[in-house]
């Protein structure tokens, strides 16, 4: 096969972190592109277009090893540390054909190493780990290659090599992966390569290159197969001065100034445009030069005719006579890509790539969602919320992965949680949906009988009889109306007619509050003056019982209210509530 009919493989750079995936692709092309980020963390997604020239001259172990290499270089894609890198997506599954997992050999598999790995397995992408920072373990000496190094340590600085290499082969092999270091491999295809490295020293770096040309030649070369049909991924609109750009991945065919494409919307509908001018990614830059035509897999920024509601991380392909195929190959894409449950919460995300990462990542942990959607989250979403609020409160939830809320927007009882990190938003969502569980667990508990102690305030006696009204201060639990109080002897004293706070008449008070309340058919002269300090609520049997095996939902001074309720009901039956 001719090497102009191959295309470069993508490969994304994706990691915790921190963990050093844009230092490591500084080390491929020799840049400081890091230290121009903000706080030292990538904004945008960047790529990275590496030629086969400099694959050569960055790579001696090529010609060492009398690999023929046919590839004409390398796609590098470098993903935010605080987004899924998923956003990157074509038909059929991750726009990625190789990644590079990048991680701290000494602080391992981190929250979002687990999610990328997942996300990895889910798309069936082959990775390579760059077991990254060898050079912070303690009197790490630098040799010509990793293999060398590794032999060649101290006895105490290799053994601290091998206790991270075997923890870290421990916990990726919990996620389901063998691994090994790449020189012991003898089958890519059943045990993940760890090439270990330094980003700083540039240590173990042409080894990953090397591992990565071997890889993509081996295994790769049907897939990189150059068609005739140019298919691409829309990235975003960005603007430079005056002129707004699709800033897209092309990752098959051939694409020129004044081609019509398609791109696809979120209904799945096909958008038509044409590229009325086009730039290309320069080889090891960041910047884009102006070209007639680009062939993949390249960046491009284009400029296209009609914007309008065009997505990030939405399709695209050139017309030629096949616009119906092309309408209906979206539409198959977008409707299985966002099937939704009949019943759930509602989410939101800011591309179809990462929407996408987000409904993986429900799925894995059994969250079921009943709208997805693209985009800041709006007026239409919370008037769905809000329809849950009938069905199930729990589904009343919004969450949105690196999206805005629009301003003026009438919650009432909806939740909204957002994050630019996903695993950090799929947590805080379970931990609210544990404590929102929690709550009507204990509001319909506390709907059969209400716990509650009070104690009398005889300086505050308003009314003696007719009925009986007097302060009191909630010592435990809620205070509510029709609500059948005992003494300390379990004598039935009243059924509380109403209750005053701050002059205001209530419905219900609850601990810490001092109020009036009002008894009928109550004398306090005579039935509470002398002998009585505290009331309590009245509790049956049975509901004891209950609260006896709900007793995870209740407070402290509830639980305590409800052991006196017992003893004072033990004092005429020995065996009540046991």
Sequence with gaps: MEKNNIRQP????????????????????????QQEEAGGITQKISFTRYP????????PLIDKTGIDLKIPGFLFI??????????LRKRGGALADLAILVVDIKEGIKPQTAEVITILKQNKTP????????????GWQKKDSIKEAINSQAEHVRQEFETALLTFQGSLHNHGFNSDLYYNIEDFTKTIALVPCSAKTRQGIDELLFVLCGLSQRFLTKRLEISKEAKGVLLEIKKDKTIEWAETILYDGEIKEGDEIAIANLSGEAITAKIRS???????????????????????????INKENLVSGMPFQKISDNLET?????????????????????????????????????????????????????????????????????DAIIIGFNVEI???????????????????????????????????????????STICKLEILPQYVFRNSNPAIFGVKILSGKLTTHIQLIDDNDNNIARVKAIQAEKQSVSEALEGQEIAL????????????????????????NQFKKFKENKDLLSSSEISTLQEIAEIKRKKNDNWGK
């Design 10 to 33: 993508i490969i994304t750079v994706a990691g915790h972190v921190d963990h050093g995936k844009t230092s490591i692709l500084d080390c491929f092309r020799q840049s400081a592109l």
């Design 78 to 87: 470098d993903t935010p540390g605080h987004a899924a890198f998923t956003n």
């Design 518 to 541: 009002s008894l009928p058919g109550v004398n306090y002269e005579r039935q509470l003056k002398d002998d009585t300090r505290f009331l309590y609520s009245q509790v049956s049997e």
């Design 52 to 59: 086969r020239e400099q694959i050569l001259k960055s790579c």
């Design 127 to 138: 990775f390579v780990i760059a077991l990254n920072k060898v050079d912070t373990i303690s």
């Design 278 to 304: 086009l730039q290309e990614i320069q080889p090891l830059s960041t910047k884009f030069k102006s070209v007639e035509k680009a062939t993949a897999a390249t960046g491009l920024r284009m400029q296209i």
């Design 326 to 394: 092309i309408k209906e190959s979206f539409k198959k894409e977008i409707s299985e890509s966002l099937k939704t449950n009949k019943q759930g919460i509602i989410i939101k995300a800011d591309s179809l790539g990462s929407l996408e990462a987000l409904i993986t990542l429900l799925k894995q942990s059994n969250i079921q969602f009943v709208k997805a959607g693209i985009g800041p989250i709006n007026k239409t979403d919370v008037i769905s919320a809000k329809a849950n609020l009938k069905i199930n409160s729990l």
């Design 406 to 448: 629009e301003d003026d927007l009438e919650l009432d009882n909806i939740k909204v949680l957002t994050n630019p990190v996903v695993y950090k938003l799929i947590e805080e969502l379970e931990e609210f949906r544990t404590k929102k569980r929690a709550e009507i667990e204990r509001n319909r508990l506390l709907e059969l």
